[in-house]
């Protein structure tokens, strides 16, 4: 099955610095990229996505990019607010497999 | 409300005893999924539906585990003879028929198994 390796697990950054975060996956037929955010206590809610045929999306202050020979996308933000501070994770949609496999997790914490 | 709504949202229960928990999602969305996170994890896929069918299953789901959506709208999941182990986040969402495509989530039903 699909394997998604997330790194770095902790991210402290500055208040308006920027933070960027890396997954790696394992199966080539992969296709669809989604990236979540999740507060404290809360649902995990999509902010950002990109597909097979796509190499870079932006969003106002976030970003992903996927480089699918290497099987690895990353997602960007900059100037990094105090509200950005919560769990991201990856997710990774192959094309056989139609559920989604979620990276491990990535806690950022802005510091103002 | 429209989106996915999950209850109960906490539910404490003694080891060995039956749970249930639902799940409805946004009504005019074909697909389902369960998954189950622990802290300081990602979610872990449990199970997912296309309409009523229930497509796939993980192979780390025991088979206390039981899930069903007989209508093709809300959905239940059953855990039979609880353990420790099993203590978690539940979560539940939905989208339209596609793997590529939003999933949406419920808040989640915590379990506790004492």
């Known amino acids: 099955g699909e394997n998604v390796e997330q790194h770095p697990s902790t991210l402290s950054v500055q208040e308006g610095d920027s933070a960027v975060i890396k997954c790696t996956y394992s199966?080539?037929?992969?296709?669809?990229f989604p990236w979540y955010k999740q507060e404290l206590g809360k649902r995990p809610q999509l902010i950002i996505d990109?597909?097979?045929?796509?190499g870079e999306k932006k969003d106002q202050r976030i970003a992903v990019t996927l480089n699918k020979t290497a099987k690895h996308f990353s997602l960007h933000i900059t100037e990094t607010q105090p509200e950005d501070s919560a769990v991201y994770f990856c997710?990774?949609?192959?094309?056989?497999?139609?559920?989604?496999?979620f990276g491990g997790g990535t806690r950022v914490l802005v510091k103002p | 409300d429209t989106g996915v709504s999950q209850d109960p949202r906490h539910k404490i229960t003694k080891r060995g005893q039956n749970v249930t928990f639902r799940c409805d999602p946004i009504?005019?969305?074909?697909?389902l999924y369960w998954y189950r996170q622990t802290l300081g994890q990602g979610p872990e896929f449990l199970t997912y539906?296309?309409?009523?069918?229930?497509?796939?299953k993980s192979r780390l789901l025991s088979d206390r585990f039981s899930a069903e959506r007989p209508k093709g709208s809300f959905s239940t999941l059953e855990i039979q003879r609880t353990e420790q182990g099993d203590s978690a986040m539940y979560l539940c969402?939905?989208?339209?028929?596609?793997?590529?495509?939003?999933?949406?989530f419920g808040q989640g039903t915590r379990l506790t198994v004492v």
């Open positions: 969402a939905s989208s339209l028929t596609g793997g590529d495509t939003e999933a949406f």
């Open positions: 199966d080539s037929a992969s296709n669809y």
């Open positions: 990109i597909r097979s045929n796509v």
């Open positions: 997710a990774v949609v192959s094309a056989a497999g139609n559920k989604l496999t």
């Open positions: 009504s005019e969305h074909n697909r």
């Open positions: 539906f296309q309409n009523e069918a229930q497509l796939e």
